[in-house]
Nanobody, 124 residues
Framework: QVQLVESGGGLVQAGGSLRLSCAAS????????MGWFRQAPGKEREFVAG????????YYPDSVKGRLTISRDNAKNTAYLEMNNLKPEDTAVYSC?????????????????WGQGTQVTVSS
């Protein structure tokens, strides 16, 4: 079992930045690839970033590439999502997820553990 807790969400103006954290406890954090997903009201959950378990490879969809950066600190059992130049369309609940694999996936169904999520609201 892995427990994931997100933090760092909030209200920010367009063009601003936020840094989300995902603190893990339980099984060995470095055994899991990590992903960040978001879900806006009335929309499907969307993959926004992934990182392999060693932190050497990252993955992003084109919609966020260049604005979002995923990282991890295995010594601190924490994954991060740095978000810059935020836009109103980035407003969503952001959740981190752990996958029992070396590599991240853009499919939510391939993740084994999920956090509760943290709200990010970007005002125009």
């Amino acid at each position: 079992q892995v427990q994931l807790v997100e933090s760092g969400g909030g209200l920010v103006q367009a063009g601003g930045s936020l840094r989300l954290s995902c603190a893990a406890s339980g099984r060995t954090f470095s055994s899991y690839a990590m992903g960040w997903f978001r879900q806006a009201p009335g929309k499907e959950r969307e993959f926004v970033a992934g990182i392999n378990r060693s932190g050497t490879s990252t993955y992003y969809p084109d919609s966020v590439k260049g604005r979002l950066t995923i990282s991890r600190d295995n010594a601190k059992n924490t994954a991060y999502l740095e978000m810059n130049n935020l836009k109103p369309e980035d407003t969503a609940v952001y959740s981190c997820a752990a996958r029992s694999s070396a590599y991240a996936s853009d499919r939510a169904s391939e993740y084994d553990y999920w956090g509760q999520g943290t709200q990010v609201t970007v005002s125009s």
